[in-house]
């Protein structure tokens, strides 16, 4: 899996061993980063992205690799998060098979992969992580700590484990604990996995590869990523011109099934099954109600109660409306919660088409937003 | 699959041969339904249901099978569809395994099932075949004709390809056009069937039968016919006890996980695949506008035409805020269009969280909707 990872890729040492939340540790840990623009002198200009599932830690260009990153259009001189005032740092999460230590890494105590005697990951491990990063990155504290998706479970669980590490926090996407409609999503594309034939319990090869298993979790991913409203404007009912469908009965036929079928294609082979499994379980297991000591039979009344043990000077919680992964509720669920714990906290919901999707793709309405919170800081 | 056809089913023949819209005939084929109460005189007091994908005809308790039906609480003296008043007809899908001719039924000219050598299922095809029924009946012209999910598909087929049928007509969770949204998901699903070894092609018998690719469609259809909404309150993040949880890697760990589980396992053997995947297709390939002669590049035009060509005197169209599978948009769209027709028509958005199932659950705002509208005819 090394292909995957960008030119310019950094790395920092974890603690060895680095105790795993729920049981284990792991030796020789590292975690990938980049960065861009330049720390100042009072080390207080940091910011730090911590990503989605599957993207690796190059953002967007920078003199290291010129390449476009995933976030292009909101990291860079002059674009939302400014590099010209900011030290900006995306992390890798642990577990990815994208730079940073994960199931697809050798495992020094043997010399081959990890594959499944990967200890079990949680989100607050890939927490853990990156407080350490931040710490070795010599920043005192992050002026804002961004988090997506499942970067805004660890970011929650960053803020609720390391007090002091952040003194705001955009949440773009994110939740502060797993609901079980997004549960079942992610547990059918993990069966998806298990049950193809050559995924073998997780030791399987290039040869021998779960690519029809990956290839279904990751058009699940897709559908459930974007919207019923953004598909009818994008695809409609168009089909496949007669030479490109499928002959096969039952085969392809609309042009929405064509790009399904490309997009998951390109997916499979660019993602390790196992790091997959290991990432997408660790989000269902995440409650931040679960730091705190008491745990009632109102379960948004114990999340709440972990959103409120959380002290930042200011926070914004962004959300689509379509997204129905992680719906809107979840940030404005956050949005209250921290203002229980004292922050000035708003939550922002966005008539995105795009779904879980939007952050990455509707740049017009998520720009201003990042901006005009981070200007006022 | 005889054995899932409840008793008192009783069944009208089909012209033979039946001609198919896109290709080929029908010998022998038949539609198997139920009824209620009692025709007049007139003739005129006829209500029927076209029900979605899987249900079979008992819709309710009658003299002939006092079993509770599938749609029990709305179906009855003195319920909403109140059989003291109405003569209730609920038809099995053409295609289906339940009753009427299908991929499953044994071909006359072979003996064998069907199989892939049943001709291309339309929406068209089902609504020709219920228009038959209706005549065979003696039914004048329906008071009002009655379409859930895809029934609603049916009954819009029905309503444009046999003029004067009925007078009024219900779209419950209907559409007038497959979404690629939509499409997608279903794609998805026939996909895991297909994929199953054990599928071969369509040729599977029930020691060799596609158990597993059968569950993972079925779990999709349950996740994508209700919301995070209603899970949330139903299943928040329970686990199994540790004696219910699956030991595996990965294995069972939420309550929503075990439920699914359990759902799946019902249906898988008491629905045929073949007969699944050519039903899922007739979805994805209605498109109400294509009975317009002009086709032009705006589908929603293309499709609101469609719409615009039926007339009838009134038409109610009922949706949930929730569904994301027959978006509220889409019974929208159906009101909209019945009126540009010249139909007394509206559309009543239910604040439902039960998603796209919510007509089959959620009897309390159901319930007097479809009473309301029967009562004023």
């Known amino acids: 899996m090394t292909e995957f990872i960008p030119p310019g890729t950094r790395w920092i040492d974890l603690p060895s061993p680095f105790p795993m939340k729920r049981g284990g540790e792991l030796q020789g840990a590292r975690i990938a980063y980049e960065t861009w623009g330049t720390l100042n002198a009072a080390r207080d200009n940091a910011v730090l992205v ?90 005192g504290q992050l002026a804002c700590l961004v988090g997506n998706s499942m970067g805004g479970m660890v970011a929650l669980a960053m803020l609720i484990r390391h007090p002091g590490i952040a003194r705001t926090h955009i949440n773009i996407s ?19 996995i298990r049950l193809d034939p050559n995924f073998n319990g997780g030791d399987y090869n290039d040869e021998h590869y779960p690519e029809s298993g990956m290839r ?16 009818d404007g994008r695809f409609g009912r168009v089909r496949l011109d007669s030479d490109r469908s499928d002959d096969e009965p039952f085969g392809l036929e609309f042009q929405v099934e064509s790009y399904l079928e490309a997009h998951a294609r390109r997916f499979v082979r660019q993602y390790d ?45 962004i959300g689509a409306e379509t997204d129905i992964l992680f719906p809107l509720q979840q940030q404005q669920e956050i949005a209250d919660g921290l203002r229980e714990g004292g922050a000035d906290a708003q939550c922002l919901p966005m008539p995105s088409p795009q779904g879980h999707d939007a952050f990455l793709v509707d740049f ?7 901006r005009g919170f981070l200007d006022t800081l």
Chains 1, 2 share one sequence.
Request: proline residues 8%; hydrophobic residues 40%; aromatic residues 8%.
């Open 216 to 231: 279904m979790a990751r058009k699940l991913g897709v559908i459930t990523y974007r919207s019923a409203l953004e598909w």
């Open 364 to 370: 017009d309405r998520y720009g201003p937003a990042v």
């Open 50 to 139: 911590a990503p989605g599932l599957s993207p690796n830690a190059h953002m967007a260009a920078n003199s290291a690799n010129p390449d476009a990153g995933w976030w292009e259009p909101m990291v860079g001189p002059g674009k939302p998060i400014d590099t010209d005032r900011w030290y900006v740092v995306c992390t890798n999460p642990l577990g990815s098979c994208k730079g940073s230590t994960g199931p697809a890494s050798i495992d020094p105590a043997t010399g081959t992969p990890y594959r499944f005697s990967f200890p079990e990951l949680s989100i607050e491990d890939g927490a853990d992580a990156i407080a350490h990063v931040v710490r070795e990155l010599g920043i």
């Open 174 to 192: 994110g939740a502060a604990r797993a609901l079980p409609w997004s549960i079942a999503i992610r547990s059918l594309q993990r069966e998806a």
């Open 273 to 317: 099954p196992n790091c997959y499994l290991y990432l997408s379980r660790s989000m269902d297991w995440f409650d931040l109600g679960d730091h705190c000591a008491q745990r009632g039979t109102d379960s948004r009344a114990h999340t709440r109660a972990g959103l409120a043990a959380i002290h930042i000077e200011r926070a914004l919680a």
